[in-house]
Structures are given as structure tokens and as C-alpha cells.
């Protein structure tokens, strides 16, 4: 009989969290892209502050590039890292 492993609670969590973040991410990213002046999310007023930022004329005249960074930064990592926690390949050492 194989003995469970401890590690078990610690691989829920962890699947638990990359998974609300990944896909609240890839939310996040949809409602950018649908939307990408923000007002539908309330995000209208915060574009003028983007405005001191490098660049702010080429990337942040509204949130699509945002949205493609949170997508990159967050929702992929995050998506990646709960596939291989469901898959236990032989990448996840635990």
C-alpha cells in the first residue's frame, strides 16, 4: 500500500492559488482587450496617471498593453505551473 504523500495539502494549495491567479489574470487580460479604455472596469481615470511613465505615448494611450503584460507576467506562468501540478510530471520533484 503506497503511504500519501506529505507534501499532498502543500501541492492543493499551491494548485488552489496558480489557479486563481492564472485565471483571474487571463480575466483581467479579456476585460482589457474587450475593453481597452476601461470604463466598463472603472479604469478610465487611472490612464492620465499612466501618462508620466516611459514611453506613455507609444504603450499607454490605453490597457491593451497592459493587458498583454499581465498575460505574460502573471497568466501564463501561473496557468503553466498549475498544469504541471496536475499533470505530476517528472518536472514537479515532489
Known amino acids: 500500500m503506497k503511504q500519501p504523500s506529505r507534501f ?23 476585460m482589457m482587450l474587450l475593453d481597452p479604455m476601461g470604463k466598463a472596469m472603472g479604469m478610465d481615470a487611472m490612464l492620465p496617471y499612466f501618462q508620466v511613465l516611459p514611453f506613455a505615448k507609444i504603450l499607454f494611450q490605453d490597457l491593451t498593453f497592459s493587458g498583454i503584460a499581465l498575460l505574460i507576467v502573471n497568466g501564463l ?12 510530471s517528472i ?4
Open 8 to 30: 499532498q495539502p502543500t501541492r492543493r494549495a499551491l494548485l488552489f492559488w496558480t489557479l486563481f491567479i492564472g485565471l483571474g489574470a487571463v480575466a483581467g487580460t479579456c
Open 91 to 94: 518536472w514537479v520533484q515532489f
Open 77 to 88: 506562468p501561473n496557468l503553466t505551473a498549475a498544469a504541471l501540478l496536475l499533470a505530476k
